[in-house]
Nanobody, 125 residues
Framework: QAQLVESGGGLVQPGGSLRLSCAASGFTLDYYAVGWFRQAPGKEREGVSCVSSSDDSTYFTDSVKGRFTISRDIAKQTVYLQMNNLQPGDTALYFC??????????????????WGQGTQVTVSS
């Protein structure tokens, strides 16, 4: 059974950094695009970043461009989200998700079929 498990969240001060990990099991990571989403209280789920498994092309929402990077380690079946210069607006529950049957990214959460349980990121002084 396909499964994703996030880790690496926590409390950080503004300007700080965190690296989130998304460990995949039950399927071959190299066959699917994987995205990161976040959801803050009272807000809709938002696509943050994604990495394609076809050509390693990446996508970032405008608010994180230049601050976040995404990478994957196929041997470890893990996708990483490096988050730098974190701001209070980045506070949210972060999820990783697997694209439904595709190596290419989508900005739409409905096109992802496997989700992790989420890891909380809180940016506060």
């Amino acid at each position: 059974q396909a499964q994703l498990v996030e880790s690496g969240g926590g409390l950080v001060q503004p300007g700080g950094s965190l690296r989130l990990s998304c460990a995949a099991s039950g399927f071959t990571l190299d066959y699917y695009a994987v995205g990161w989403f976040r959801q803050a209280p009272g807000k809709e789920r938002e696509g943050v970043s994604c990495v394609s498994s076809s050509d390693d092309s990446t996508y970032f929402t405008d608010s994180v461009k230049g601050r976040f990077t995404i990478s994957r380690d196929i041997a470890k079946q893990t996708v990483y989200l490096q988050m730098n210069n974190l701001q209070p607006g980045d506070t949210a529950l972060y999820f990783c998700a697997r694209m439904r049957g595709s190596r290419w990214c989508s900005e739409y959460a409905r096109e992802y079929d496997t989700w992790g349980q989420g890891t909380q990121v809180t940016v506060s002084s």
